[in-house]
């Protein structure tokens, strides 16, 4: 069964410093890989989704993801870090119908002044 | 473009009660989820309705929850008798199909404290 592992429960960066966030995946074909973002007291939010092609996804508010199928990993990248992305963030991953999905923990997100 | 409605938005009862969810899903969307997220970790499907039919529902605690979708639109959770480890934020999700990777739209859930 698939299973998502985000490895860090919380970090913090200072604004406008740069931003990764691991998640790494167990899925036995190819997966579908997605990152959302839950804002307190809102609901999730997608960035971005990875199905095939280019391994370098964009996402929305200036996010990026790059799947690595060697390390099984998808990370979530953000050169410049606003204070407004302060927030919780989800890894996924998900086969063929939604209801394969599976979610990391999620990692909280400090952004410091 | 109106997002996915909940109500309410915050419930507290005592175990052995029962209480009811309600969401709406976005207009046109044909498959609805119901998702439980437990703090500190990550939303975990309960039940995923595909117009008013049930797709999956291997997850869903079948002794004291259940779910319909009557219309195929709007869709009730219901959680009798409750329990403390029912406590947790009940997310409703819509989606256009159920495609391989249809983004799925949240809504802003339930927060649900059993005492």
């Known amino acids: 069964a698939q299973s998502v592992t985000q490895p860090d429960i919380h970090i913090t960066v200072s604004e406008g410093a740069s931003l990764e966030l691991r998640c790494n995946y167990s899925?036995?074909?190819?997966?579908?890989l997605f990152w959302y973002v839950q804002s307190p007291g809102q609901g999730l939010q997608l960035l971005l989704k990875?199905?095939?092609?280019?391994?370098l996804v964009q996402g929305i508010k200036g996010f990026e993801a790059e799947f690595k199928r060697s390390q099984s990993s998808f990370n979530l990248r953000k050169p410049s870090v606003h204070w407004s992305d302060a927030a919780e963030y989800f890894c996924?991953?998900?086969?063929?119908?939604?209801?394969?999905?599976?979610f990391g923990a999620g990692t909280r997100l400090t952004v410091k002044p | 473009e109106a997002g996915v409605a909940q109500s309410p938005r915050y419930k507290i009862i005592e175990k052995r009660q029962s209480v009811a969810f309600w969401c709406n899903p976005i207009?046109?969307?044909?498959?609805l989820y119901w998702y439980q997220q437990i703090l500190g970790q990550g939303p975990k499907l309960l039940i995923q309705?595909?117009?008013?039919?049930?797709?999956?529902d291997s997850q869903l605690p079948k002794d004291r929850f259940s779910a319909e979708r009557l219309k195929g639109v709007d869709s009730t959770l219901k959680i009798q008798p409750a329990k403390l480890e029912d406590s947790a934020v009940y997310l409703c999700?819509?989606?256009f199909g159920t495609g391989t990777g249809e983004t799925q739209y949240f809504g802003p859930g339930t927060r649900l404290l059993v005492l």
């Open positions: 990875y199905f095939s092609g280019d391994t």
């Open positions: 309705f595909q117009n008013n039919g049930v797709v999956d």
């Open positions: 996924a991953v998900g086969g063929v119908n939604n209801n394969d999905m599976r």
């Open positions: 899925y036995g074909a190819t997966p579908y």
């Open positions: 999700a819509s989606s």
């Open positions: 207009s046109g969307h044909a498959t």
